[in-house]
């Protein structure tokens, strides 16, 4: 399992828009194989600034399945209008728990 870090810059004034946005749009990603879960996350202290952890089976689930799908391109029009600068995507892997 890996954890996709996605950093949202959400363009100011448009927080709520956003979420709804995303509200609608979270069922494309949920449908892709090797899915396991999100949440999406607001900064307190910089209100347009979102945190979204998106949890999939392998980093190939999300960077070819997903990436590569029709799907994403209906998630990234959905979405992608909204963040300025564009976010930013990084993955991660557990090196330990407690």
Known sequence: MITEHAMLPVIPGREEEFEAAFAAAKHIIAASPGFGGLTLSRCLERPSAYLLLVQWGT????????????????????????????????????????
């Open 59 to 98: 980093l190939e689930n999300h960077e070819v399945g997903f990436r590569g799908s029709p799907a994403y391109d209906d998630w990234r029009a959905a979405l992608h209008h909204f963040y300025d600068p564009a976010a930013t995507v990084e993955h991660y892997e557990v090196v330990t728990t407690d």
